[in-house]
C-alpha cells in the first residue's frame, strides 16, 4: 500500500535540506555584518544565495540525489572561496566562508543517503 500515510518522501520534512537553507542564508547575509571588500561580499551573496536555494530545490523535491552533490561543490566553493579570492586577511569574513563551507560540505554528504532512499522510494510507486 502506498499513500501518503505511508510514503517516507515527504517534501520540506528533512532537516539536512534545512539546515543547508540555514547555512546559505547565513553566508550570503554575513557581509552585512562582517568587514569585506567587494570581491569577499559578491562572492558570499553569490554563493551563500546558491547553497539556500539548492537546499530549497531540495526539499521541494527529496529524491533528487543531484542536488546534494551540488550541496558538496558549493560547500567546497564556500571553503576555499577566501583563498581563491583573495580576502584571508578580513579574518571575520574568511572564517565564516570556511566554517559555512565545511558544514555545508558535511551536511550535503550526509544527506546522500536520505537523498538515495527517498530516490529509491520514489521509483517504487
Not at 562572492?43 to 558538496?72: N, Y
Amino acid at each position: 500500500m502506498t499513500g501518503p500515510s505511508t510514503n517516507p518522501v515527504r517534501p520540506w520534512t528533512r532537516p539536512h535540506d534545512w539546515a543547508e537553507v540555514v547555512l546559505g542564508a547565513v553566508l550570503a547575509l554575513s557581509p552585512i555584518w562582517l568587514s569585506t571588500d567587494t570581491a569577499a561580499a559578491w562572492t558570499m551573496v553569490v554563493l551563500g544565495a546558491l547553497i539556500a536555494i539548492d537546499g530549497l530545490v531540495s526539499l521541494a523535491m527529496p529524491g533528487m540525489i543531484v542536488g546534494e552533490g551540488i550541496q558538496v561543490v558549493l560547500g567546497a566553493l564556500a571553503f576555499l572561496s577566501p583563498w581563491v579570492m583573495g580576502y584571508t586577511g578580513f579574518m571575520g569574513a574568511a572564517w565564516t566562508s570556511w566554517i559555512i563551507g565545511g558544514l555545508t560540505v558535511l551536511v550535503g554528504a550526509a544527506a546522500v543517503p536520505v537523498a538515495s532512499a527517498a530516490h529509491r522510494m520514489a521509483g517504487q510507486h
